[in-house]
């Protein structure tokens, strides 16, 4: 085996676990934690709610190959505290993302978090702007940093935020991406604004397909570990930065979308306007027909 | 104090500044630092995706201006818009997209900075005020990730076991002194002083990192943070 090989057999991102994730990902055998668990970094915070601690804090950090080129990895736990951002767990990332810039390598962030953690609210809301912020200044250095989101917690609350730092999106059919949940939108709002408990509605609004069909997301693939691999790959070939030319593509593309998008009522209605045959059919899709069906996307083009 | 009291303090030569709905623009001379953008929501106004998409319409002008003038970005907002129709359009990208104009602007040789004269919570906090290089805050201000009773119901404790638990940490709960003690915002000002020479005194700070997490060590409010980033960086340089 060479070290630009991958590591296994392809084994589904969703039921996959962080470290799991990270092996398969990189490079058979290439990977070296930063700050593991044998160094006990845990959650000074935790114990004054009761809550047991991990010993990585949710997140795995640390140095791979991809094809034999290094790149930065965080893998978040969305087993633990459903992956949330707390003062450690954060700090690492922000950590990693300061060394990508200084170091002018890569990074993926593997996303799987429902935002915040609440137990550490304002060290977690403050990590999430320390992210976004070491990832504005990564790219405007020339390095890329790709999200990848296809886990059991998706990517949520302040998640979401980071996530549309990036400069690119991979999703899977299962990756969920949105500022707010379902729950905490009904709880706010009312069950007639968005009914949690109906599971097809969450993921036609907040699921990958959807977010791919509207430019949200730049690469779809299927949950599996050797789709998200070779689209990694892919995804690091092309560097854009993010000066102000970046920012006003994005500014026209999302005024697009509103000017086309914004009296939808519901993500079928914006299918149908793309001019998808059969939009009430999406959800059901295998990923070659879906990838088909969405020939006419509205396509981000790096505007991000 | 009210937005024309605030106004009318820093800028007292005047201002052309307007107030659309929940959106505030325009621009004023300070007496000190000359031409200031000032743009903000108020109101307690919810951040959905069509107020973010013209706020940052206006930065990324400002930025094409090449003016490298001063932004002053006003606050009193509630959280993220939820509604499923924000969802729906991806108001994430929307929030970022405006965190990102603003993150541009500061790295483009504006000075950004932000005035949390009210609320503002989650999502809507993370897009405005803490994407700017400096945040400041007058007394009586009140930021939130998430509302007390809100996190009562999430984490499945009495409210009054929560209060007690915010007693001994600033770490989780709400408010104004507790985001200053774990270094997201910069000072409270003093709003028995006249405001122009403290908004002079904060552009006068020279532009540099992200020093949130160190001020948080040195104020005790987040005591690992700043450690483990640095460690994190020396780790990865020397490997």
């Known amino acids: 085996m060479t070290a630009a090989t991958a590591n296994t057999d392809s084994l589904s991102w969703y039921e996959a676990s962080a470290r799991q994730r990270i092996d398969a990902l990189v490079d058979a055998g290439s990977f070296a934690e930063f700050i593991g668990p044998e160094q006990r970094e845990m959650s000074p915070h935790l114990a004054i709610f009761d809550l047991p601690e991990q010993f990585d804090d949710g997140i795995v950090i640390g140095r791979g190959r991809l094809d034999g080129s290094p790149v930065l990895v965080a893998a978040q736990e969305g087993r633990f505290m459903g992956g949330a951002f707390g003062e450690v767990h ?18 993926l962030i593997l996303f799987d978090t429902g935002g915040v953690r609440l137990q550490e609210a304002n060290a977690g ?11 504005l200044e990564a790219r405007r250095a020339g390095v890329n940093v790709i999200g990848v989101i296809g886990g059991r917690a998706g990517c949520y609350g302040g998640g979401s935020l980071i996530a549309g730092t990036c400069s690119r999106l991979i999703v899977s059919e299962q990756g969920r991406i949105s500022v707010s949940g379902p729950e905490v939108i009904e709880t706010n709002k009312g069950i007639e604004e968005f009914d949690s408990r109906d599971r097809a509605l969450v993921w036609r609004t907040m699921g990958g397909k ?3 069909l509207i430019g949200g997301a730049d690469t779809f693939v299927d949950d599996e570990t050797l789709a998200f691999r070779q689209a990694a790959i892919d995804a690091l070939k092309v560097t854009r930065g993010c000066g102000v030319a970046v920012l006003e593509a994005e500014q026209s593309r999302l005024e697009r979308r509103l000017q086309r998008f914004g009296a939808a009522r519901d993500a079928v209605d914006i299918w149908r306007a793309l001019g998808i045959s059969g939009p009430t059919d999406i959800p059901a899709l295998p990923t070659d027909a879906f990838l088909a069906a969405a020939n006419n996307r509205e396509n981000a083009d790096d505007a991000r | 104090m009210t937005l024309d009291d605030i106004l009318a303090g820093l800028f007292p030569n005047g201002s052309d500044i307007g107030v659309a709905g929940a959106m505030i623009s325009g621009s004023a001379i300070h007496p000190g630092a000359g031409l200031v953008h000032v743009l903000g929501i108020s109101q307690g106004q919810p951040l959905g995706v069509d107020e973010a998409i013209v706020l940052a319409r206006r930065v990324i002008e400002i930025v094409k201006s090449g003016d490298r003038a001063p932004i002053l970005f006003l606050v009193d907002s509630a959280s993220q818009r939820m509604s499923k129709r924000d969802e729906l359009l991806g108001l994430s990208e929307y929030l970022a997209h405006l965190a990102k104009a603003l993150l541009l602007a500061e790295a483009e040789g504006h000075r950004t900075v ?6 503002s919570a989650a999502g809507a906090f993370i897009a405005t ?13 009140h930021p939130a990730v998430m509302d007390l009773p809100s996190m009562a119901r999430v984490t499945k404790l009495p409210i009054d076991v929560l209060k007690a638990k915010a007693e001994a940490t600033p770490v989780f709960a709400p408010g104004l002194e507790n985001m200053v003690q774990t270094g997201g915002i910069h000072v409270i000002w003093d709003d028995n002083a006249p405001l122009g020479p403290q908004l002079a005194a904060v552009l006068q700070r020279p532009q540099g990192q992200d020093d949130r997490a160190w001020l948080g060590t040195e104020r005790g409010g987040r005591r690992k943070a700043a450690e483990i980033t640095d460690r994190v960086v020396a780790l990865a340089a020397a490997s």
């Open chain 1, 90 to 107: 954060g700090a690492k990332l922000t950590g990693l993302l300061r060394a990508a810039r200084t170091l002018r390598q890569d990074a």
């Open chain 1, 125 to 135: 809301e403050l990590a999430i702007a320390e992210i976004m912020r070491a990832i």
């Open chain 1, 210 to 212: 959807h977010r791919y």
């Open chain 2, 114 to 119: 932000a005035l949390l004269y009210g609320g």
């Open chain 2, 129 to 141: 005020a803490l994407a700017t290089g400096t945040l400041v805050a007058l007394p009586g201000a």
